[in-house]
């Protein structure tokens, strides 16, 4: 079982990216999804949640109103659209799955059962 995280690059400030993270070996429809990040010389940060029907989201302040997740469970997939980068936002993004079906959705990511392999943001100013 693992999650399968890609579409990270460089990209300049005011740019976008979108991210997508496919979960392979179990479905994970029924599961909460999150996207972390990890700044050089940072600790892990929570960046945006979606619950596992899709009709509920999250986001760090810090991305609101810049960044969308979304889901689309009969792909097993969870997106992040990144909108108006700015370099502060460079980090390598990690995708994560809560292994509890039906749960409620959490920023905590301790409380993420499975995670991807992380992907490579950069945004140059």
């Known amino acids: 079982v693992q999650l399968q995280a890609c579409g990270g690059g460089l990209v300049q400030a005011g740019g976008s990216l979108r991210l997508s993270c496919a979960g392979l070996g179990r479905a994970f429809s029924s599961n909460a999804m999150g996207w972390f990040r990890r700044a050089p010389g940072k600790e892990r940060e929570f960046v945006a949640a979606i619950s596992w029907t899709g009709r509920s989201t999250y986001y760090a302040d810090s991305v609101k109103g810049r960044f969308h997740i979304s889901r689309d469970n009969a792909k097993n997939t969870v997106y992040l659209q990144m909108n108006s980068l700015k370099p502060e936002d460079t980090a390598v993004y990690y995708c994560?799955?809560?292994?509890?079906?039906?749960?409620?959705?959490?920023?905590?990511?301790?409380?993420?059962?499975?995670w991807g392999q992380g992907t490579q943001v950069t945004v140059s100013s």
């Open positions: 994560a799955a809560d292994g509890t079906s039906w749960g409620d959705t959490t920023t905590q990511a301790d409380e993420y059962d499975y």
